[in-house]
C-alpha cells in the first residue's frame, strides 16, 4: 500500500520562500513520474515540476521555472519541492502525486498525497 504524506506548507509574504516534503512509504517509485501539482480556489488541478528519477528527468512548469526546485532523496524516500521568491499567484494546495508516465496529466497518476495549503500575501 503506498503512501504519500506532504508537509511544509503555511503563509508567508511575497518574496519568501517554503519548502515542501513528501514521504513516500509502501513503494520506491523510480521509473514513473514524481511530481508537484497544485490547485488555487475554483481552478483545476495543474503539474508544477516533475522528477523522473531512474532517467534524472526533471521538468517544471514555466510559471515556476527559477523559482522552484524538484529534488528527490532516495534513502530517505522523500520528494521536495524547493519554492522561493513565492508570489501571490502561487497560493494553492500542493499535491504530491506519483506513478504516471504522462506528467501533465493528473488522472494518470495512481497515487496522491492529502495536500499542503500554501499562502502567499
Known amino acids: 500500500h503506498v503512501q504519500l504524506v506532504e508537509s511544509g506548507g503555511g503563509s508567508v509574504e511575497a518574496g519568501g520562500s517554503l519548502r515542501l516534503s513528501c514521504v513516500t512509504s509502501?513503494?520506491?517509485?523510480?521509473?514513473?513520474?514524481m511530481a508537484w501539482f497544485r490547485q488555487p480556489p475554483g481552478k483545476s488541478r495543474e503539474a508544477v515540476a516533475g522528477i523522473w528519477p531512474s532517467v534524472a528527468r526533471i521538468n517544471y512548469a514555466d510559471s515556476v521555472k527559477g523559482r522552484f526546485t524538484i529534488s528527490r532523496d532516495s534513502a530517505k524516500n522523500t520528494l521536495y519541492l524547493q519554492m522561493n521568491n513565492l508570489k501571490v499567484e502561487d497560493t494553492a494546495m500542493y499535491y504530491c502525486?506519483?506513478?504516471?508516465?504522462?506528467?501533465?496529466?493528473?488522472?494518470?497518476?495512481?497515487?496522491w498525497g492529502q495536500g499542503t495549503q500554501v499562502t502567499v500575501s
Open positions: 509502501g513503494a520506491t517509485i523510480d521509473n514513473r513520474w
Open positions: 502525486a506519483a506513478d504516471a508516465v504522462n506528467l501533465q496529466l493528473a488522472r494518470g497518476y495512481n497515487y
